[in-house]
T-cell receptor, first 115, second 118 residues
Framework: DTGVSQDPRHKITKRGQNVTFRCDPISEHNRLYWYRQTLGQGPEFLTYFQNEAQLEKSRLLSDRFSAERPKGSFSTLEIQRTEQGDSAMYLC?????????????FGPGTRLTVL | AQKVTQAQTEISVVEKEDVTLDCVYETRDTTYYLFWYKQPPSGELVFLIRRNSFDEQNEISGRYSWNFQKSTSSFNFTITASQVVDSAVYFCALSEAGSGGGADGLTFGKGTHLIIQP
């Protein structure tokens, strides 16, 4: 399977703990996006990378959130000092700027539950 | 600021009926992209279509068709002869033109839950 993969698929943590999620994009895709989706809502954009460079960050991305894509391949999203409001599905997507459809391919998501 | 409004929270129709999902957007940009995505019960978002702001030509793909009207800032999606497999949540989304080509992050609407009853 050569789709976008995310790990873990589910994460349960206690308030105040740090968590880290990983996203592996489709091979050779130079863009990687992070979104957050809560129940009954559409995904909310958090940030995106082109290769290693973080090109855009949403105002939703508080100081407790940090994302990296050090080698331009996989990416990690870390949430420090988790709060109950961080409970959501965290979605990763990738695309290539050569793709004239600008299609973002989404992964299955990591469901975070903060107790 | 960008905004996408999908006023229909849920639509339920009987199989074989035609159904239209509404999408209204707001943006100050002159160049932007509009998208529709499908989220079936399995959860993964599936790309359906993208339109450029400068291309108002309507598009048809099988039973799916899209009507883009800049004058009313709308990008509506019609499914003809609906089928049970069309049951899903459908999202309309908007993006600015990104630097270096491609699209920036997407601004999604809240989605329309479409239920097709047999």
């Amino acid at each position: 399977d050569t789709g976008v993969s995310q790990d873990p698929r589910h994460k349960i943590t206690k308030r105040g703990q740090n968590v880290t999620f990983r996203c592996d994009p489709i091979s050779e895709h130079n863009r990687l996006y992070w979104y957050r989706q809560t129940l009954g809502q559409g995904p909310e954009f958090l940030t995106y990378f082109q290769n290693e460079a973080q090109l855009e960050k949403s105002r939703l991305l508080s100081d407790r959130f940090s994302a990296e894509r050090p080698k331009g391949s996989f990416s990690t999203l870390e949430i420090q000092r988790t709060e109950q409001g961080d409970s959501a599905m965290y979605l990763c997507a990738s695309s290539h700027t050569r793709d004239l459809q600008y299609e973002q391919f989404f992964g299955p998501g990591t469901r975070l539950t903060v107790l | 600021a960008q905004k996408v409004t999908q006023a229909q929270t849920e639509i339920s129709v009987v199989e074989k009926e035609d159904v239209t999902l509404d999408c209204v957007y707001e943006t100050r940009d002159t160049t932007y992209y509009l998208f529709w995505y499908k989220q079936p019960p399995s959860g993964e978002l599936v790309f359906l279509i993208r339109r450029n702001s400068f291309d108002e030509q309507n598009e048809i793909s099988g039973r799916y068709s899209w009507n883009f009207q800049k004058s009313t800032s709308s990008f509506n999606f019609t499914i003809t002869a609906s089928q049970v497999v069309d049951s899903a949540v459908y999202f309309c989304a908007l993006s600015e033109a990104g630097s270096g080509g491609g699209a920036d992050g997407l601004t999604f609407g809240k989605g329309t839950h479409l239920i097709i009853q047999p």
